[in-house]
């Protein structure tokens, strides 16, 4: 299976109080990170044919917003594996309940995503640093062992490739 990890997009400052926290939704430059990385998936042609999310308000908006971009008509499904307190082993609990899928979009939330992606790459258990920006998305490819990091990208990546490919690749020359 195809592991697209993916943290959830701006939401802003967080909150003290947990409760309010988890309530927290995303702003408007969030909504914009997610219209640029599922153009990122689309360019990419990712075969999603699952999203699972966070129950955290900010990561389902993310999860949906991805998803309504991509054309996802599946609904998205909630995994308290996700959550800001899941743990590695509800997280591969939850890879192994959707192994039958080809490619899945996650969503979720720092430290225990670049948790979870260390885990992932490195095969032992043992967790490495992997920074993962707000709205960033890896690809990982979890046939092999230890799984596969194949590429991460974070919006602000994401936005100077698409304004270098709008543009022009030679300069303009005159014909006088």
């Known amino acids: 299976m ?5 943290r959830h997009a701006d939401a802003g400052v967080s909150r003290g109080n ?6 927290r939704g995303l702003v408007k430059e969030g909504k ?9 998936l689309a360019a990419v042609k990712a075969p999603i044919d699952i999203i699972v ?3 955290l308000k900010r990561a389902l908006q993310t999860a949906q917003f991805v998803g309504t971009e991509l054309g996802f008509e599946g609904k998205v499904e909630i995994a308290d594996a996700l959550a800001p307190e899941g743990t590695y082993a509800d997280f591969q609990a939850m ?7 080809d490619a ?11 948790k979870f992606l260390g885990r992932l790459i490195t095969g032992n258990g043992e967790a490495v640093s992997v920074r993962i920006r707000k709205g960033s998305i890896a690809r990982i490819d979890l046939d092999k062992h230890p799984a596969r990091l194949q590429w991460l990208i974070d919006p602000r990546t994401a936005r100077l490739i698409y304004a270098s490919v709008t543009k022009r690749s030679r300069p303009k020359t005159s014909r006088k």
């Not at 195809?2 to 993916?6: E, F």
């Not at 947990?18 to 309530?23: F, G, H, R």
């Not at 914009?32 to 990122?40: I, P, S």
């Open 53 to 55: 999310s966070s129950p």
């Open 104 to 114: 899945m979009l996650a969503v979720g939330h720092n430290p225990n995503l670049f």
């Open 95 to 101: 890879l192994a309940s959707h192994a039958g899928h």
């Open 18 to 23: 947990p409760l309010l926290d988890a309530k």
């Open 32 to 40: 914009e990170q997610c219209m640029l990385m599922a153009r990122v």
């Open 2 to 6: 195809i592991l697209y990890l993916m």
